[in-house]
């Protein structure tokens, strides 16, 4: 008897562990999403297209994983960058380190992107590509962009082609 009891005890604890361990998870990815974050860090929500599936932030080290519905591109005035399915690095207050999934075309090359910088004081971000950098206006990042399946400025024209 005493442990059919025992064990009714232990069952009892661990589906409300369940419940609200699920229930805490729940709270915390539907509190915020990915531009809300990349605000709280410092961040412009236009580094990030529109296409985010889902993601993932560890609040020990910053680590993160974006995970897109498909790859695309987005075109910053003449700037092309490619967006891979999965994107991943490391937030602190600013900076993005360590990232893959990003590339940069520079004339004909196409170039990784391994890190951007906020500078607030000048209104720019930088983008760090090996050890080359170039710097653009944050402006150009206030908006969420379109991802779009080619690159391509006018994706609709070369699509009616």
Not at 61 to 73: A, M
Not at 88 to 109: E, N, P, R, W
Request: hydrophobic content about 40%.
């Amino acid at each position: 008897m005493a442990s059919i009891n025992q064990t009714l005890l232990i069952a009892s604890i661990t589906i409300i562990f369940t419940i609200t361990t699920t229930t805490a998870a729940a709270a915390i990815v539907s509190s915020s999403d990915i531009y809300d974050i990349l605000t709280q860090y410092g961040l412009p929500i236009g580094i990030i297209p529109n296409a985010v599936e889902s993601y993932t932030l560890s609040p020990t080290d910053g680590s993160f994983t974006v995970h897109l519905t498909r790859p695309c591109y987005v075109q910053f005035d003449d700037q092309t960058v490619y967006y891979n399915k999965l994107i991943q690095g490391k937030l602190t207050y600013g900076s993005v380190s360590d990232v893959t999934g990003i590339q940069a075309k520079q004339l004909f090359l196409w170039l990784s992107v391994t890190g951007m910088d906020l500078d607030a004081n000048s209104g720019m971000v930088e983008f760090h590509v090996g050890v080359l950098s170039k710097k653009l206006p944050a402006d150009m990042f206030e908006d969420v962009p379109d991802c779009k399946s080619k690159a391509c400025v006018h994706e609709s024209n070369a699509q009616s082609m």
